[in-house]
């Protein structure tokens, strides 16, 4: 069975840092590029980064760039998200879905969650 | 302001059919078949049920169908029933970002 669990959420103060881990099993990290994705509380889906699955090519958006950093573990089935610099903006439910085709990701977590504020 | 515009809200009857749009432009919806769509109940994770345009994951109802017509992609619930009340998300390879996603549109089964 296809499992993808993200941790490491929590609250943390303007400017903090956190890392959040997604551990898989049921298949091979390596063979699969891997996304990070943010919901904001009650608003819409943002992709903010994600790594090839040969680590060759990784993507940032805008908004995080610079202070977000995406790594993978391939032997441990992990994938990292380093989050830097942090704003209240960046408070939102953290995925990590696996990618089926281009733009499509068929196995999510449940998320964890990063509130950021004072 | 997101990259493919949905509409904020559709609604429909149980047995009835309905369906929702995904704009884009010819960088992402209009250049490629890499349409994705998400069914998100509340506080739940999304779920895809359409990808590639209009191909359904293993497990998913054929109730639900994808197309797409030059730079809009548009996702058919029919026989709609009660338990598809949720959000739903359009997303889109895209040459420059990779992936957009739609702003969602709430389903209500009236």
């Known amino acids: 069975e296809v499992q993808v669990v993200e941790s490491g959420g929590g609250l943390v103060k303007p400017g903090g840092s956190l890392r959040l881990s997604c551990a898989v099993s049921g298949f091979s990290l390596i063979s699969h590029t891997m996304h990070w994705v943010r919901q904001a509380p009650g608003k819409g889906l943002e992709c903010v980064s994600y790594i090839t699955s040969s680590s060759n090519y990784i993507y940032y958006a805008d908004s995080v760039k610079g202070r977000f950093t995406i790594s993978r573990d391939n032997a441990k089935n992990s994938l990292y998200l380093q989050i830097d610099s942090l704003r209240a903006e960046d408070t939102a439910i953290y995925y990590c879905p696996r990618d089926l085709t281009a733009a499509a990701y068929d196995s999510w977590g449940q998320g964890t969650l990063v509130t950021v504020s004072s | 302001q997101s990259a493919l515009t949905q509409p904020a809200s559709v609604s429909g009857s149980p047995g009835q059919s309905i369906t929702i749009s995904c704009t884009g432009t010819s960088s992402d919806v209009g250049g490629y078949n890499y349409v994705s769509w998400y069914q998100q109940h509340p506080d739940k994770a999304p779920k895809l049920i359409i990808y590639d345009v209009s191909n359904r994951p293993s497990g998913i109802s054929n109730r639900f169908s994808g197309s797409k017509s030059g730079h809009t992609a548009s996702l058919t619930i029919s026989g709609l029933q009660a338990e598809d009340e949720a959000d739903y998300y359009c997303?889109?390879?895209?040459?420059?970002?990779?992936?957009?996603f739609g702003g969602g549109t709430k389903l209500t089964v009236l």
């Open positions: 997303t889109s390879y895209a040459t420059s970002t990779a992936v957009v």
